[in-house]
């Protein structure tokens, strides 16, 4: 059975609490043996810092969402370093600029989000980073940051095969979800032509965002296998070499 790492979702939430172990029992039914729990604000980043030491497939990244930054204290900062220090925490995030719902000020957004790439660059740490309608402002925030930018993933990549190459420059990775397999993505579809096998990274971002063919439910890790069947198909390769290589590529991201 081939290896699935299920790069980016949120099982530990309370939408699973009532039926957590059969999720857990699917996922290693269907080969998601590694995958990462990521935080939005400081309870979910220190519930899945908790999750993690007692799942140990799962690793967790910790950070404060876009939605959530007129929230942020500076203080904060102290704790999610803390994490990261400790080795609880393989990365900071999801951090970034979502301007489709603007529940933070947009200004607000990008300073947030900009303290938290510092602080990673400070502890020699990853980003995984959510961007929604605001790709122009993520990038040039980026490339401010030239002398101070460390790895990241694009979760959930939403945009163009050209945007796509923007962030391939800066070094990034870029991580496809449930969006890819829809019948209406021919955008999304280009964009995964262009991203390299080192750099490719497969999610569910569960329970959001179910794909194909279990679309409109409550997504869950198991469900990663069908992005990585349709990535292969969109990329004329085999399925088990994609699993292989993107199982690789986010090991090597969150640090074994």
């Not at 449930?178 to 964009?191: C, Q, S, Y």
Request: negative net charge; aromatic residues 8%; contains cysteine.
């Amino acid at each position: 059975m081939r290896e699935l790492f299920d790069s980016h979702c949120h099982v530990n939430e309370e939408k699973f609490d009532e039926d957590r172990e059969e999720v857990l029992a699917r996922m290693a039914e269907h080969g998601i043996t590694r995958y990462a729990v990521i935080g939005s604000d400081m309870a979910t980043s220190r519930a899945c810092v908790e999750y993690a030491k007692t799942h140990p497939a799962a690793v967790c990244a910790v950070g404060i969402h876009p939605h959530e930054a007129k929230g942020f204290r500076e203080e904060d900062l102290d704790t999610l370093a803390g994490w990261i220090r400790s080795g609880e925490a393989r990365a900071i995030g999801e951090i970034g600029l979502d301007y489709y719902y603007d529940l933070s000020p947009r200004e607000i957004q990008r300073e947030v989000c900009r303290k938290q790439m510092e602080l990673a660059w400070e502890l020699g740490t990853g980003v995984a980073f959510h961007v929604r309608d605001a790709h122009p402002d993520m990038i040039d925030l980026m490339k401010s940051m030239r002398s101070h930018r460390t790895p990241g993933i694009l979760h959930c990549f939403s945009g163009s095969s050209e945007i796509a190459k923007e962030y391939l420059k800066m070094g990034y990775l870029i991580s496809f979800a449930g969006p890819v397999t829809f019948k209406k993505a021919p955008k999304l579809r280009e964009a995964a032509l262009t991203v390299p096998r080192d750099r490719l990274l497969i999610e569910t971002d569960s329970p959001y965002l179910a794909p194909e063919p279990v679309r409109g439910r409550r997504n869950e890790p198991a469900n990663v296998r069908f992005v990585a069947e349709k990535l292969a198909e969109i990329r004329g390769e085999d399925p088990d070499e994609l699993a292989a290589y993107t199982f690789e590529n986010a090991r090597r991201f969150y640090g074994g």
